[in-house]
């Protein structure tokens, strides 16, 4: 059986409603954020506050009969973080992310079903380094580390899950720049990560390539995150012969909430294609409920949407 789940906004007024309505749509578990910015908003201290307000979410979701896995990274990361430097920076990254991934252990690791460190690094780059090839070679080497540090820390009875923003990279035309262009972006989604989880050695393009301790084996369960092309990308990810579980996040992207319920339903039957061949645990839906400008699988007022129905239906 291939476990169903929603991704659930910490900062939502009815968030303990949200649980209420994932159980009651027979769903088996949900993904919370752990927000870095609310929580650290000073350097070297927490806000303890935040941490009951997840903890005492997690409890509600584990008595409603659901796992709560936890995401540890979002885009809003601390201003006194951010001012620093940042993932830009190797020496602000090494020192602060390393004590942040292990406070959360601290303080969530008895309610914790599952940990995802951090969503889409590819994306994260381009936001973070967007004009300059050399420096965003660089970050993508701070996120390895990254990773491979979380992996460090959090490794152990508790599942660790990547959710890759992979996609399939095509030439803007036939130029050579072109295809060089694509083949680095293939690269920066798909072997830096596959690659490195299989023998341990980061290759950025631009960069010599180099072995990185305990990067080799550092999740788990692969897991993806996709709007489209479902059933290439999971096969895709299958092949690369690690041997792990296969999990998705899936955003529909539809402009009515009937053509996501239809991108919702062809999702299943891609999925259920890759299930037949691969050791697929897990689907989560996100966002969960509306909010300016991204649309859920139910209203705003908690009701059910057709999305939200296709997605529950599947078996």
């Known amino acids: 059986m291939i476990a169903k789940g929603a991704a659930l906004d910490v900062h939502a007024e009815r968030l303990l409603d949200d649980v209420a309505l994932v159980a009651e749509m027979g769903l088996q578990h949900v993904r919370l954020d752990v927000p870095w910015r609310a929580a650290q908003p000073r350097a070297g201290g927490f806000d303890g506050d935040v941490f009951e307000r997840v903890y005492s979410v997690a409890l509600a979701a584990r008595a409603a009969g659901l796992a709560p ?54 994306a994260m780059s381009n936001r973070l380094e967007p004009d300059d090839p050399r420096r965003h070679g660089e970050l993508m080497h701070h996120l390895v580390i990254a990773w491979r540090d979380a992996w460090r820390i959090l490794r152990g ?21 072109a295809r060089a262009e694509a083949g680095r972006r293939e690269q920066l989604r798909w072997g830096l990560w596959l690659q490195g989880f299989t023998d341990g050695v980061e290759r950025i393009p631009g960069r010599a390539d180099r072995e990185v301790a305990d990067l080799q084996g550092a999740c788990d369960v692969v897991g993806l995150a996709l709007r489209s ?9 299958a092949e690369h012969g690690l041997g792990l579980p296969l999990a998705l996040t899936y955003r529909p992207t539809g402009d009515t909430d009937g ?8 999702m299943w039957a891609e999925v259920s294609r890759v299930g037949d061949q691969a050791d697929v645990v897990g689907v989560t839906v996100t966002p969960f409920a509306d909010t300016p400008g991204a649309p859920g699988v139910v209203t705003k007022d908690r009701e059910v949407k057709d999305s939200g129905a296709a997605f529950a239906a599947a078996s």
């Open 229 to 237: 092309d479902v059933e290439t990308c999971m096969f895709r990810t």
């Open 157 to 177: 009875p508790l599942p660790v899950a990547t959710s890759l923003d992979v996609a399939t990279e095509r030439p803007t035309d036939e130029s050579p720049l």
């Open 69 to 122: 896995w936890f995401r540890l990274l979002q885009p809003a990361v601390p201003l006194w973080f951010d001012d620093e430097g940042g993932f830009t920076d190797a020496r602000t990254a090494g020192a602060w992310w390393p004590r942040w991934v292990e406070l959360v252990s601290d303080r969530l690791g008895d309610v914790a079903a599952g940990w995802v460190p951090f969503e889409a690094p590819y």
């Open 259 to 266: 053509e996501r319920a239809k991108q919702i339903e062809a």
